[in-house]
């Protein structure tokens, strides 16, 4: 692990309210984007001379467009039960980060602006001029807002300082101040395809290599698909999915439950990434235009559904926009939802007694689940409410001998953030990271020590690599966070195929097939 | 951190978080440089992994999957050094990040 350069918090039994510390994490602010990053976007390339007024307009026209956005700005009575319910409050003791006093950030400008009393009586309403100071304070603190959502859960008027996060993100790119991470990603999206960079050619070779390992363990000749026209399910998942552990676990477990489902699927290399940042920096044009490759792809492909992969921001994205972004899917199997997650997949086909799982192949871990904020707060799954907390936790318990939850005050709709979502999982923002897990990670502990809790599974890849980065900070160790498919994977049983254990002579049919379908699909 | 190194007399240009700005201007000096900056020593362990990466990308265009990576190590190297605690043993900011600065290659982005 490197080292900390900063003091990495003590983990306590129960998360503790800190005393404030005035600007801890004034600082705190990720690497500006460049030029580069910046046009493809859409965005000026730095900032801009008359940046005031064009923030000013920008904002008039989010008051317009989201009506939303005005009833939280107007709707806070500071009764402050949202101060101590954000991680980054509870892991940086920095006054800024208390929901309140984030969203206020924005709440002065805009009363300063557009509304009477701030345009006559700024002092009175705490009404601020739009400064350079003011702009510095907004690219820091709405940079370490993970737009996780906790807070509105929490709020009598449920106001949603995400929204105010993407908002100030929006109105900062406007004026050519934007984040690398995000927007260098989202350019990535538009020239090859997915968030890493990976070129067909890469990701061919990667899951060819997937084919061999899962063949060599067990002896079943499972798929992993790309670019194949016809199949009947595409599947978008996240491009980690491809690269990273423990994510490519839970890739190889999606293909082994398709296997059994015996129902033909693909991956895309035009859609091969699920994530959508376009949502962390509060952009629709971006949102849209990165949506609109999955319905391309889906045309293409000639698919007839469409199943998300385990990535957090992608469900809330896929389970409450798509069909505005990019539908309509009238061309799709009406029979199904549009999109389904892979959970509801696996779990579905749990239900009707399809998989068969041998539960000891995970006995050497004591599972817990972390819900990942998205998921828990802005999406659901399956038929009923609840969905979302109930059918991952259903799978584990499908798959795994040994569960237990952590405290419920950090579960299902008041989980707690894993650090590292809405666009901050970035090196620069390595401090912020590892004391906004805190409060997670203090739960964690609390199960660890208390239930013998070994191993945390999460459906998320933001989730999964940003605890593979800062649990070590913690004195525990990387590999402690999987993918839930990953304990599908290790607990399958998979059926063998007529060419399966055979040697010679088929697979040389296959490979011909194999060449012919790739013809096809170019 | 600065944004030039030197190697070897020469002076080149680096990201702000320490990536060559050139690929192109990659010598065997800059990983050495930059492990010093990292207050690491290279080893033939270390130039090992740091080869194949610069192949793989010289024939995909991205630095290989950390599947692909361990797959290769274990091949050359024996099995007991193809997992990823290997890799972190000898890159401890990681082999995506740590490894591809040395040999390099573009940081990997996105959710890893």
Not at chain 1, 267 to 292: V, W
Not at chain 1, 494 to 507: R, V
């Amino acid at each position: 692990m490197a080292k900390a350069t900063f003091e990495v918090p003590e983990l306590t039994q129960y998360t503790e309210v800190p005393p404030v510390t005035p600007n801890a994490m004034a600082h705190s602010a990720p690497f500006k984007s460049k030029e580069d990053f910046q046009i493809p976007l859409g965005f000026p390339g730095e900032l801009v001379d008359d940046w005031q007024a064009k923030a000013i307009d920008k904002m008039g026209e989010l008051l317009g467009n989201y009506r939303s956005l005005r009833v939280y700005l107007d709707s806070c009575v500071k009764c402050g039960s949202c101060t101590d319910k954000c991680h980054y409050y509870l892991g940086t003791k920095d006054p800024k980060n208390m929901p309140v006093a984030r969203q206020d950030l924005m709440r002065k400008v805009y009363r300063r602006y557009f509304t009477l009393a701030g345009r006559f009586f700024p002092k009175l309403v705490g009404a601020e001029d739009f400064t350079k100071e003011v702009l510095d304070d907004w690219y820091s603190y709405f940079h370490q807002c993970s737009q996780c959502r906790r807070c509105s859960v929490f709020c009598p008027y449920g106001i949603d300082t995400a929204e105010i996060s993407m908002a100030a993100r929006e109105i900062m790119d406007s004026i050519g101040v934007g984040q690398k991470y995000c927007n260098e990603i989202i350019g990535k999206v538009y020239k090859i395809g997915n968030n890493l960079g990976l070129p067909g050619p890469a990701l061919i070779d990667t899951l060819e290599g997937l084919e061999e390992d899962v063949y060599d363990d067990t002896g079943v000749k499972v798929r992993y698909p790309i670019d194949e026209v016809g199949a009947e399910i595409l599947l978008v998942t996240p491009s980690a999915d491809f690269f990273a552990e423990p994510h490519v676990d839970g890739l190889i477990g999606y293909g082994k439950v398709f296997h059994e489902a015996g129902v033909s699927w693909t991956l895309s290399s035009h859609a091969s990434e699920a994530a959508n940042f376009g949502m962390f920096i509060g952009s629709y044009a971006n949102m849209h235009r990165i949506a609109q490759r999955i319905r391309e792809a889906a045309i293409q492909l000639k698919v007839k559904r469409i199943v998300f992969g385990e990535c957090g921001h992608a469900w809330r994205v896929a389970y409450s926009f798509l069909n505005t972004l990019a539908g309509p899917w009238d061309f799709l199997d009406p029979r199904y939802p549009v999109p389904q997650h892979i959970c509801e997949f696996t779990y579905d086909l749990i239900q009707e007694g399809k998989l068969t799982f041998d539960k000891t192949e995970n006995d050497d871990k004591v599972l817990t689940y972390h819900d990942s904020c998205n998921v828990a707060r802005a999406s659901r799954m399956g038929n009923t409410p609840g969905g979302q907390f109930e059918i991952p936790r259903a799978i584990i318990r499908a798959t795994c001998n040994h569960f237990h939850d952590m405290d419920e005050d950090t579960i299902r709709d008041r989980t707690f953030c894993c650090g590292g979502g809405g666009g901050l999982l970035t090196d620069d923002l390595m401090e912020l990271r590892v004391k906004g897990a805190k409060p997670r990670l203090d739960a964690l502990n609390n199960v660890i020590q208390e239930k013998g809790v070994t191993h945390m599974a999460a459906i998320c890849a933001i989730c999964k690599s940003q605890f593979t980065k800062v649990l070590p900070y913690y004195g525990m160790e990387m590999d402690q966070i999987v993918s839930l498919h990953q304990l599908v994977s290790n607990a399958i049983v998979l059926t063998p195929g007529p060419d399966d254990e055979e040697d010679d002579d088929e697979p040389d049919d296959d490979l011909d097939s194999e060449e012919e379908e790739t013809d096809e699909a170019a | 951190m600065s944004d030039t190194i030197e190697v070897d007399g020469k002076q080149f240009a680096v990201d702000e978080e320490g990536y060559l700005s050139n690929l192109n201007d990659w010598v065997p000096g800059v990983a050495g440089v930059m492990a010093a900056q990292d207050n690491l020593e290279l080893t033939e362990e270390h130039w090992d992994i740091i080869n194949f990466l610069r192949e793989y990308y010289e024939e995909y265009q991205i630095a290989p999957a950390v599947r692909v990576l361990t797959k290769a190590v274990g091949k050359k190297l024996g099995k007991e050094k193809g997992n990823s605690k290997y890799l972190y043993s000898l890159f401890p900011y990681g082999p995506a990040k740590q490894a591809c600065r040395f040999a390099g290659l573009p940081k990997p982005t996105g959710c890893v």
